[in-house]
């Protein structure tokens, strides 16, 4: 190339291939090999340029591009990073599924439990540190995420929950009863329990898969305390978390599972005293979400072996409810995976003031057999509120009944307490929506005026004072008459 570029330029000055004796000058030949020296170092820049110009605009060099199978499993790890916050490394905060279920429309209000209980959640959880939180002085480190699920039969009375924040999801019975092959099961689940075979949705809290944790609830339940100790057991392990010395347990004696699946408590007062396998409480259910463990027990239900007078397999489930939630999962955890689940102390956790023994309690004595089996047995109606992490609103009744529960018994003691708390999570409620604290009828005539922070004029579902629509915002004036509302003695719809 030196050559022809030597030959041209010699062309070009004297017209020639070559002149004279065909030497051509030195200071001519610097001149060319300068200019082609220049030549080269130009078209090197030009072609580094153009390549960093490429890159930059998002093309790869065909020796370095990655394999498109290793591109797609990346996306699909961020994905399952942001899909389940638990298992991100970067993720600060971990957010629980809490989810109820709604069988029915009944004569309670849904809403006004939702909105309580949705916001003793928010006390205690990450949130709870805003100042807004009056019931306890603590806060939890796990965000949450409010589900309903709702059976079709409810569809009318469940948009007010979405308007509290909660995600509406709609389902029906998983198993259609003329689908299950067990007779006895098939002809009598409908009325079982409270809600027959609707009772059935609740295990749908299985598939909210997007949880490493949810807890499943009744609308008449309030948390006073974070469940946190449950949460970091299951998702760290009971080890790492030293879950055994902050979790109380129904039976210390028996070993602790190492990663829970479940936390459930039981229904001791609806249990005879010897039964191996006493009913699950079905209104407080922390499970870890599962589609395997959600597939087993629609396996379970639609070969429907429930014997008359014995149960599920013959061994649980002949009481109360048994054929739906209250015998099913005891029957899973305690026969079928007898290591996956710890039960908890029914005083801490669901406490629901019940009398622990088979006899009546007079004048504060108890009497009869322990229905745990024990010789002896705690009495939960006499545990100190500050001990009480959840509770339940059965024996107790409904906390917007209005009921002052002011008699000086064992019993009475401790539900006016949970009723007072409830109202106290209902006026905090109202003061992060901008409103007054106490209702109109603070200072009324009826003498409970403070108990119930003004939202009771009276006893009874009559007296009390609704939360007042649009949810969320101030409104214009104190709260004013009351919308009338029937007291019943049975549990509203909702399960």
């Not at 995420?145 to 039969?153: E, G, K, L, R, S």
């Amino acid at each position: 190339m030196g050559k022809r570029l030597l030959q041209k330029v010699s062309r070009k000055n004297d017209g020639s291939s070559v002149s004279g004796k065909g030497k051509i000058p030195i200071l001519k030949v610097v001149q060319v090999l300068v200019a082609a020296v220049i030549g080269f170092y130009v078209a090197f820049l030009v072609s580094t340029t153009r390549q960093a110009t490429s890159l930059s605009d998002g093309a790869t060099p065909e020796r370095i591009q990655p394999d498109s199978s290793s591109s797609s499993s990346s996306v699909q790890r961020k994905a399952a990073e942001m899909d389940n916050p638990q298992q991100s490394s970067t993720t600060a905060t971990i957010t629980i599924g809490y989810a109820v279920s709604v069988t029915g429309c009944g004569s309670d209000p849904l809403e006004e439990g939702a909105a309580v209980l949705k916001h003793s959640i928010h006390l205690t959880s990450i949130h709870g540190n805003t100042g807004n939180n009056t019931t306890s002085n603590k806060s939890g480190k796990y965000d949450y995420q409010m589900y309903a699920i709702y059976h079709p039969q409810a569809a009318p009375c469940v948009a007010s929950l979405q308007e509290l924040g909660y995600i509406l999801l709609e389902r029906d019975t998983p198993i259609a009863v003329a689908d299950m092959e067990g007779d006895w099961l098939r002809t009598h689940i409908e009325k079982n329990g409270c809600c027959g075979e609707k009772e059935l949705i609740k295990l749908e809290a299985y598939t909210l898969i997007q949880h490493p944790v949810v807890v499943h609830l009744d609308l008449d339940v309030l948390i006073l305390q974070p469940l946190d100790p449950l949460f970091d057991a299951m998702i760290q392990g009971a080890t790492a978390s030293n879950a055994q010395s902050r979790i109380k347990v129904q039976w210390p004696e028996k070993p602790f599972t190492e990663q829970p699946n479940a936390f459930i408590t039981r229904d001791y007062n609806m249990n005879r005293p010897g039964n191996p396998y006493p009913p699950v409480q079905g209104g407080f259910l922390v499970v870890r979400p599962d589609m395997a463990v959600y597939q087993e027990y629609l396996d379970i239900i639609k070969k429907g072996d429930f014997q008359e007078g014995k149960g599920w397999g013959g061994k649980v489930g002949a009481f109360y409810g048994g054929m739906t939630i209250q015998g099913l999962v005891p029957y899973y955890y305690d026969v079928l995976h007898p290591h996956d689940v710890v039960e908890l102390d029914p005083c801490q956790y669901n406490q629901m003031c019940n009398n622990p023994r088979d006899k009546p309690t007079v004048n504060d004595i108890v009497n009869g057999r322990c229905r745990t089996g024990q010789d002896e047995c705690q009495d939960c109606r006499s545990l100190p509120l500050e001990q009480v992490i959840t509770t339940h609103f059965t024996l107790c009744q409904k906390p917007w009944w209005c009921l002052p529960q002011d008699e000086d018994r064992i019993q009475s003691r401790l539900c006016r307490k949970l009723h007072h708390a409830w109202y106290q999570t209902r006026s905090s409620l109202e003061v992060s929506w901008g409103r007054p604290a106490f209702g109109k009828y603070r200072n009324h005539k009826w003498k409970q005026g403070d108990h119930f922070f003004g939202f009771c004029r009276g006893a009874g579902g009559q007296g009390y004072i609704p939360i007042a629509k649009p949810y969320g915002t101030p409104i214009a004036k104190p709260y004013g008459r009351a919308k009338p509302t029937t007291t019943n003695n049975k549990d509203a719809a909702e399960s």
